[in-house]
């Protein structure tokens, strides 16, 4: 089994910027990749980042590039989202989830593992 727990979330006027940490334990070296998802109120979950747990290849979506980073510490077994240049419609609840098959994959059903998510509001 493997163990995830996001912090980092939280309230922010646009243009600003937070950065999400995701925290994995237990199991940890079946992970192939880490990736970001995010479902905002009404909406499916969508794809934000992934990033294999080397750390050597990342991916984003298209609404967050050039914004958003994605990032590793291999030390402390935790995986970073870097928010910047916030939009309102980045509001949504960020969720992290391991993937213990593939590091390719971007879809939400592909994830094995999952945190409980933490609220990320961006104000006008």
């Known amino acids: 089994q493997v163990q995830l727990a996001e912090s980092g979330g939280g309230l922010v006027q646009a243009g600003g910027s937070l950065r999400l940490s995701c925290a994995a334990s237990?199991?940890?070296?079946?992970?192939?990749?880490m990736g970001w998802f995010r479902q905002a109120p009404g909406k499916g979950r969508e794809f934000v980042a992934r990033?294999?747990?080397?750390?050597?290849?990342?991916a984003y979506a298209d609404s967050v590039k050039g914004r958003f980073t994605i990032s590793r510490d291999n030390a402390k077994n935790t995986v970073y989202l870097q928010m910047n240049s916030l939009k309102v419609e980045d509001t949504a609840v960020y969720y992290c989830?391991?993937?213990?098959?593939?590091?390719?994959?971007?879809?939400?059903?592909?994830?094995?593992?999952w945190g409980q998510g933490t609220q990320v509001t961006v104000s006008s």
């Open positions: 990033i294999t747990w080397s750390g050597g290849s990342t």
């Open positions: 989830a391991a993937d213990v098959t593939d590091w390719r994959r971007v879809r939400d059903q592909d994830y094995d593992y």
């Open positions: 237990g199991r940890t070296f079946r992970i192939y990749a």
